[in-house]
Each structure stands twice: as C-alpha cells, then as structure tokens.
Nanobody, 127 residues
Framework: QVQLVESGGGLVQAGGSLRMSCAASGRTFSTYAMGWFRQAPGKEREFVAAISMWSIGSTRYADSVKGRFTISRDNAKNTVNLQMNSLKPEDTAVYYC???????????????????WGQGTQVTVSS
C-alpha cells in the first residue's frame, strides 16, 4: 500500500512557474513507476508525465506539456516532483500524483493502469 500526498499547487500568472511535490509513504516507493495526471472541470482525467522506478529513469510526457514540464523523483526521500514552467491558462486543473500498478510492465499513460492516487492539488493559471 502506498499513500500519496501532493503539495505545491496554487495560483500563478500565465508564463509563470510552479513546482509540485508528491510525498509517498511506505518502504516500497522505489518499486513503483510514478505519474502525474490532471483533470479540468467537465473534462476527463488526462496524463501529464510519468517516470520509471529509478531516480534517473525514463520519462514520458504529454505532447501538451513537453518542453515545459519536467518530472523527477528522489527515491531516498520518497518524493516525485513536477516542475512546471511557461504555464498557460489551459494548464488549469486539479493535478494528481499516482503510482503505477507494479504488475504492469513498462511506463504507461492510462489512468486505469495506476493503482494508488493522491487527493489532488489545484493549479490555476490566470491570463
């Protein structure tokens, strides 16, 4: 079992930056690939970024955030981070941290393949 708690969301102007963190409980954090998703009002939850088990691991990004967002993890601290630069109003959403089901190989982008979820944190980008 993994418990996830996000922090770092907030209100920022377009073009600004935010850094979000996700703290995980449990000794097995390093065995999970991790991801960030977001959900805007009236829309489905969508993939943002994912990182494999290792601290210097492979990553995947949604096309909409590629080049602006960076995902990273620190297995010694049980944290996964999302650095968000050049923010746009369309980035406004509730952002969720999630741990991929370890039974699934590879690095996935589908919400149903993630087993544990945080409670979410609001990011609002004003124009």
């Amino acid at each position: 079992q993994v418990q996830l708690v996000e922090s770092g969301g907030g209100l920022v102007q377009a073009g600004g930056s935010l850094r979000m963190s996700c703290a995980a409980s449990g000794r097995t954090f390093s065995t999970y690939a991790m991801g960030w998703f977001r959900q805007a009002p009236g829309k489905e939850r969508e993939f943002v970024a994912a990182i494999s088990m290792w601290s210097i691991g492979s990553t995947r990004y949604a096309d909409s955030v590629k080049g602006r967002f960076t995902i990273s993890r620190d297995n010694a601290k049980n944290t996964v981070n999302l650095q968000m630069n050049s923010l746009k109003p369309e980035d406004t959403a509730v952002y969720y941290c999630a741990a991929q089901d370890p039974a699934i190989a590879g690095l996935t982008t589908t919400p149903r393949t993630f087993k544990y979820w945080g409670q979410g944190t609001q990011v609002t980008v004003s124009s």
